[in-house]
Every structure is written in structure tokens, then in C-alpha cells.
């Protein structure tokens, strides 16, 4: 989500005023960091040390996380910051940016709070953060770790010289709802996908050492399940068995812990009937005990204030609850800080609770080096020298070339000539603002180029370019006014529909080809934007039926932030190219892509359906015990539909190349091996084709008999190939008895002997198969 600007007075007084000078804040900076050195002091004895000296105000003042104004979420703002600081009532500030603006306030504490305890600067730095890499879930369709690694790399290099510190991502939330608007902001419906990004992120954000200038902390979110939420609407209940809890929608957070996360976010759904931010089950045994975390647990924005009207008390009351569950540092709601004290006197919390959470935002400042120096993520220099630098951005115009999914292709539509006339046609044609998509606060609108200006400057005179708008986004002005808040405006064009069409028939008609740039705003999907419908809007769907009419080639260069609906688009137009909303680069990363510079690659790791009926719809469903018998759509008294059939439009895992790939049958080392062991699974894939090409192979399992139901696949691994034309290459997966374990029905993690199925291809759907056993 694009967050609102909001600048509170006092604030915008404290920050707007002009920097001091350099040397000065270093003259400061040296008085103040010799206060507290624990260079050589292990972090234990240190924070030891300092809880010792704070009262209790001083302890209550380290949980509350207020925000410097630049984005909010909600309607709380906080007042009053200098003064809090001051006083010691501030443990770190979210969403403040630049290194003057974070400096003079982390002076505010240095200087001049008693105990001069430095402040953490946090914000939602999630897919880059001035260089917009692609949105999550674009991200995850290159299926390449690395590459991924690198996004978040770049986005802590250019975040921490810009005064912050942590970042509150990654965001791992399964989903498996594409009416839920943030499916947009994390990996997909893959649960073994899911957590290898979730760690990939971490190492990226984090690197090898927290206290580097150039790393950020990671913060984990949002825990839990809030990708489950009931009918895909945000923030709703979610409701869930222990055994899919743990198989399906836990790990990846768990991966993430696992991979050395700093921290991590409560979230905001009820879960099974106790909200996640008041959760002892979740925050204390699952999370401290059974996965052993040791970083700082904060809350969403104002989650414990939301506390009161999810039914648990009052304030005071929800506030204790909180801190009991496990919470350590408050979001922007200061519960914490007006209600801990009293609720001390009145026994409602005792005062290890305080001092607990209390030494894990200690220990987090600690591992960041802020008691070395506070001063450490501000970097003028660097900050210029690196935000938006040549490396930068070109690493973001490849990444969104390869998150970019080939959905349709008929005839060789794609890749076009660089000769000739073109039409880009559509509302989002020319919309640079929408291009990096949800959660992207610190983008560069002005400097972000549209399709249509990325085209041209890549382009240059080879081919002549026209445009036209052709419809309006959505056809309800309201409805296009909440779907392009914050910034992403995109312009109502006033003139009457069938004019607007007219112009872009006429100018279709001047062309060789057409492009059709259309789908969802960036704001029709993240935080809060939920939807029904998940069709391309109706005005846009007319206008492509008008411009097919042509006859014309089309090219559907389809914008979207969730799987849509696009049953009609399939039959119909020859080529769809999804570019989810592709950064910084994007205009330049789809020309390359359609202009045939670079070959797609991108993989779905969400589901796309038929219809809104079949959702929850994902490839790691269970079989029933009346699954459709194979080859057929429909039989009476089996788990199926009446008015359409189980399948999906595209998979889990699909995506098209230019080029094409053959796969052989799957040879496995043996038949059977037991514990200590393993078996190797091979096939060869050929590139067919006539271009060069990177194909993700893609490994699934299936328990055939288990103590409990498994599910009918469940990817355990994925590499991706680049292939020359004609070239064949052996892919072999390892499969040892770890890739076969699940939580069984006492939630211990086993594998089971028996029978397996094994499936490897280039998408969950067209698979080769083989069989192997788990010997006891
Ligand atoms: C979102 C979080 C985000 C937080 C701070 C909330 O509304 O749910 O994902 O990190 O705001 O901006």
C-alpha cells in the first residue's frame, strides 16, 4: 500500500527545519557515543547493566514505537514526538527518512533524553526501497533465490544510508485468496516456496552482520495466518486447524526465524478466537519456546488499540493482555505507554514483564551497533552516491523482466518486431506513478517511467509508437477514486465511452499490432483492498473486445497485483503478458520482454482460477474421498462443480517461454531407500525451440498412505535452467527423508515409511511421474 502523507505539525516543525552542519553533528555525536561503549561488554551484562539504571517510565518509554509521520496506515497519529523523546517516552521512531531529518531526532535522544538510550528507525522497506524492485509476488515468479537475495541487498544498502535501521519485511504471509488485496505483498500460496524466499529475504536485508552500516534488521509479518483471512477480506478472522497451522502456513515464518530475523510483527486477525497480538499461545510457546526466537516482537500499527474492539477490554485491559502474550514493543497506539505503569501498580503485569520486553528492544539497538553509534545508518554521502544508483536500477529492470509471466501465446504473437507502427492502448498505458505497485512509500514518481515513455526511450525511431487511452479505468468514478488513492492517481477522462473507444479504434487502426495495457491500478491490490470481482474491469474488458475486433494482433500486457479472472481473455486474445507492477524499471523491463530482448521466464506461484466460485483454489489441495475421476469434469456425488470444473486457468508453477522445453521420464537412482539415505530423481530437459530460454524445473512429492491425509502434491524443490536451442541438460534432485517429513496428527514432525509419488515438470499440472518407497 501506498501509504497517506501525513506530516503532523509538530513534527513537520522539527523536521522541515534546515540540517545543522556537518561538523557540528559530529562534535555531538562523539560527546554523546562515549556515554554508553559496549564494544567490549557481551550484550547480556550490558543491557543488564542499563535496565538497572531506568525507572520504570525510562522501561515503559523503550516499548512505544511512534511514527515520524512521512506514511500512516491508520487514523492514530502520534503527538507530541520532541517532547516524548525527551523524556525517554520513545524507544524508536517508523517511517522517518533521510539522514538529516533522523539525525536531529535521534540527537533528541542522545542529547538530551537522561539516560541517552538511541532511538530505532523502522519503516516498510519491502521491495526496495527509492529502486522499486517488482512487488512480492512478482518477485517470487523468478523462482531465483539469488536474485531475490539481491533485491533485499539493495534495498537495505540504499534504506540504511538513508538514516533507517530495520525494515518490517519480509512479509511471508501464505494465501491462497487472491480476493485478499496484500496476496500482492508476499510469495504466493506455496507453503516450501514461501520459506525459502522468507530466508532469502532475511540474509538479503540483514547480510552477515546486523551492525554493518549497510544491513537492516528484518522484521517478520505478520504473525500469523493473516493471509487466511475469511472471504479474502483484510484484516478479517481467520479460523484454522493445528495440523494446517503447522504444515501449511507456519513455516515460512518459521524459515524466516530460523534464518537469523531480528524481529517480527504481530498481526492483526483473530486466530481460532484470540487475536494474534494478544496471543500467549502464539507469541510465547509457539514462537520463544517451540522455535526458540530471541529477537523483539512488535505489533502492526495500533494492533493492541484494534484489541478493544476485537472484544478483549478496555485499553488498560488489552494493553496487559498484550505485554502478557508476548508483545515487546508497541506500534504507534501507545497502550504500552499510557496504561503499563498503572496496570504495574494494579498487579495486572508484573514488572519482569516489563523488563522483558524492555531488554528485547535493548538488545535489538544492541545488535545494530545504535550504542556504538547512534549515527551509524545516516549516510549523506552514501545515500547519494547509492539510491537510485546505475547498478541499482539496472538490477531492477532484470529482475522485473524475469518476474514476468507468459500466460498466453498463440502463433508466436510474441515476441514483436522492432519495425513498424504499434499501438500501446489503455488506462495504464501511461500511468508511471502505478508502476511500482503496493507498499513502495519512498518511489520516485516523478522519475518512475510509464510503458509508454519506456517504450519510447527503448525503442528510439525503430518503431513508430502511438497511444491512446482507450477507456477509463473502472467505470464507477467512486470505485476508480479508492483504487487509485495515495498518489496513483490515474485521471478520469471525462468524454463520453464511446468516444474515448472511438479514438483508440481509429488509432489501432494506423497499426501493425496492438498493445493493450490494462488490469488493476497498484492500489487495487496491498493493504485494505479486497475484492469480489476479479475480472479485468467491465469498461476495460469492452474496449479489448472492440480493439480484437480490429483483427489486429492484441498483445494483453496485463497489470495486476493478484491472479484475476481471465477466462474470457484466454479464449480470446492471442497473447497475455502478465507484468504484475514491475518497479522502478518497468517500462523498460516489459519492453525488453515484448520486443523479444529478453526471454520470459516467470513461473505463477499463485493459482489462477476459472472463476471467484472456486476459491480457496491451490495445487496442494487434499483428494477427498470422492475425487473427480481422472479425465472427467463432472459425476454426480463427486467433489466437483455443476457449472465448472476443478481445474484452474493456470497453475501453480505455469508460465511460457519463447523458446520450448521437452522433458523425459524421471529415472530414480532406486526404488527404495530408508533413514540416513536418499534417492535421486533425473530428468532431462531439452530446449526445443529456437531461442535461448531458462526454464524453472519443479519437484513435487506425494505421500501416498499416511497416518494422516496428505495432500495430492507438495513441491519439495525447483531449479532453474538456461537452455540453448537444442540443448538438453540433466536435472537431478536429492530426496532424502527431511524432504519427506509433515507434523502428524500429535504435531511431531515425521516422515512416514511407505509409498511415494515423485513429479517433476515445468508447472504442478504437466508433470512426469515415478514411484519410490520410504523403507522403515
Ligand atoms: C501494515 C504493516 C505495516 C505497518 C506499518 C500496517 O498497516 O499491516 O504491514 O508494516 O502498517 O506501516
Keep these: 500500500m501506498m501509504k497517506k502523507i501525513i506530516i503532523p505539525t509538530l513534527v513537520a516543525a522539527l523536521f522541515l527545519a534546515e540540517p545543522i552542519t556537518v561538523q557540528a553533528q559530529r562534535k555531538t555525536t562523539k560527546k554523546l557515543t562515549s556515554l554508553s561503549k559496549p564494544v567490549d561488554q557481551p550484550m547480556d551484562a550490558f543491557v543488564s547493566d ?47 527518512t533521510t539522514p538529516d531529518r533522523v539525525r536531529k531526532t535521534q540527537e533528541l535522544a542522545v542529547n538530551h533524553s537522561r539516560l541517552k538510550i538511541p532511538l530505532i528507525f523502522g519503516q516498510d522497506v519491502i521491495h526496495g526501497y527509492k529502486t522499486l524492485f517488482p512487488i512480492p509476488l512478482g518477485l517470487s515468479a523468478t523462482w531465483d533465490m539469488q536474485l531475490i537475495e539481491r533485491t533485499a541487498r539493495v534495498a537495505a544498502t540504499e534504506a540504511s544510508a538513508d538514516g533507517l535501521n530495520w525494515a518490517f519485511s519480509p512479509m511471508v504471509d501464505i494465501s491462497r485468496d487472491p480476493r485478499w488485496g496484500r496476496i500482492s505483498e508476499g510469495s504466493g500460496e506455496d507453503t516450501y516456496l514461501g520459506a525459502e524466499i522468507a530466508a532469502a529475504m532475511v540474509k538479503g536485508l540483514q547480510g552477515n552482520d546486523l551492525g554493518a552500516p549497510n544491513t537492516l534488521m528484518a522484521c517478520v509479518k505478520h504473525f500469523a495466518l493473516y493471509g487466511a483471512a475469511e472471504a479474502g477480506r483484510d484484516y478479517n478472522t481467520t479460523d484454522m486447524s493445528l495440523h494446517r497451522m503447522y504444515n501449511e502456513y507456519l ?74 502474550a508476548g ?30 520486553a524492555c531488554r528485547m528492544v535493548l538488545e535489538a539497538k544492541y545488535k545494530l551497533g545504535l550504542f556504538e553509534d547512534p549515527f551509524r545508518y545516516c549516510n549523506e554521502e552514501r545515500a547519494k552516491k547509492e539510491i537510485l544508483s546505475e547498478d541499482h536500477r539496472s538490477l531492477a529492470r532484470q529482475v522485473a523482466g ?5 500466460l498466453k501465446n498463440e502463433k508466436n504473437t510474441l515476441p514483436l518486431q522492432k519495425t513498424g507502427t504499434v499501438a500501446l492502448i489503455g488506462p495504464l498505458a501511461n500511468t508511471g506513478s502505478n508502476m511500482p505497485g503496493t507498499w513502495s512509500v519512498n518511489a520516485d514518481l516523478e522519475h518512475t517511467q510509464s510503458l509508454l515513455e519506456g517504450m519510447k526511450e527503448v525503442l528510439g525511431s525503430q518503431v513508430n509508437i502511438l497511444h491512446s487511452v482507450g477507456s477509463n479505468l473502472l467505470d464507477d468514478a467512486s470505485y476508480q477514486e479508492r483504487a487509485t488513492m495515495f498518489g496513483r492517481e490515474i485521471p478520469r477522462d471525462s468524454r463520453p465511452e464511446e468516444e474515448i473507444i472511438q479514438e483508440a479504434l481509429a488509432t489501432a487502426q494506423q497499426a501493425d499490432v496492438v498493445i493493450a495495457a490494462l488490469g488493476e491500478s497498484s492500489e487495487m491490490s496491498g493493504e485494505s483492498s479486497s475484492r469480489t470481482d476479479l475480472d479485468i474491469p467491465s469498461g476495460q474488458q469492452r474496449l479489448l473486445a472492440e480493439l480484437l475486433k480490429t483483427g489486429k494482433p492484441v498483445v494483453l500486457v496485463l497489470f495486476t497485483g493478484r491472479p484475476l479472472t ?54 496442494s489441495h487434499k483428494n477427498t474421498g470422492r475425487p473427480l475421476v481422472e479425465g472427467k469434469w463432472f459425476e454426480k456425488f463427486r467433489s466437483n462443480y455443476l457449472d465448472v470444473d476443478n481445474e484452474p486457468l493456470y497453475p501453480f508453477g505455469y508460465g511460457l517461454s519463447y523458446t520450448s522445453f521437452s522433458y523425459s ?46 495432500p495430492v502434491k507438495e513441491l519439495k524443490g525447483f531449479q532453474k535452467v538456461s537452455l540453448k536451442p537444442n540443448e538438453s541438460k540433466a536435472v537431478e534432485f536429492k530426496i532424502g527423508v527431511d524432504d519427506l517429513k509433515f507434523y502428524n496428527a500429535n504435531l511431531d514432525y515425521v516422515a512416514e515409511p511407505g509409498a511415494f509419488k515423485v513429479y517433476i515438470g515445468g508447472n504442478a499440472r504437466d508433470v512426469k511421474e515415478a514411484q519410490f518407497t520410504l523403507n522403515e
Excluded at 508483545?327 to 514483564?353: H, I
Excluded at 516489459?590 to 521466464?601: A, E, K, L, Y
Excluded at 530428468?683 to 524453472?696: D, M, P, R
Design 50 to 96: 542499563l535496565l538497572a539504571k531506568m525507572t520504570l517510565e525510562e522501561k515503559i518509554g523503550q516499548l512505544n514505537l511512534p511514527t515520524g509521520g512521512e506514511a500512516t496506515t491508520g487514523s492514530a497519529v502520534n503527538t507530541d514526538l520532541e517532547k516524548k523523546i525527551r523524556a525517554g517516552e520513545v524507544g524508536g521512531v517508523f517511517s522517518l
Design 251 to 324: 513455516p515460512p515464518y518459521k524459515a524466516a526465524v530460523d534464518a537469523g530475523a531480528g524481529s517480527i510483527m504481530t498481526s492483526f486477525n483473530d486466530i481460532n478466537g484470540l487475536p494474534a497480538s494478544a496471543n500467549p499461545w502464539l507469541l510465547t510457546d509457539v514462537l520463544r519456546k517451540q522455535w526458540g526466537f530471541k529477537g523483539l516482537v512488535v505489533t502492526d500499527y495500533t494492533a493492541i488499540n484494534e484489541l478493544i474492539d476485537h472484544g478483549l477490554g478496555d485499553l488498560q485491559q488489552v494493553s496487559a493482555l498484550s505485554l502478557k
Design 327 to 356: 508483545v515487546d514493543m508497541d506500534m504507534v497506539g501507545e497502550g504500552f505507554l499510557t496504561t503499563l505503569k498503572q496496570s504495574l501498580e494494579e498487579g495486572k503485569v508484573s514488572e519482569e514483564e516489563i523488563d522483558r
Design 402 to 406: 524475469e518476474s514476468f509471466v507468459l
Design 566 to 619: 481471465l477466462i474470457w481473455e484466454e479464449e480470446n486474445v492471442p497473447a497475455i503478458l502478465n507484468v504484475w507492477f514491475g518497479g522502478t524499471e518497468a517500462g523498460k523491463a516489459i519492453t525488453d520482454v515484448v520486443f523479444g530482448d529478453v526471454n520470459p521466464s516467470g513461473k505463477l506461484t499463485a493459482t489462477f482460477p476459472k472463476n471467484v466460485g472456486q476459491i480457496p483454489l491451490y495445487y
Design 665 to 710: 521420464d524421471i529415472s530414480l537412482s532406486k526404488d527404495s531407500f530408508a533413514a540416513g539415505d536418499s534417492v535421486t530423481a533425473t530428468v532431462t530437459v531439452t530446449n526445443t525451440g529456437n531461442l535461448e530460454g531458462k526454464e524453472v524445473v519443479q519437484l513435487y512429492t506425494q505421500d501416498l498412505v499416511g497416518s494422516v491425509t496428505r
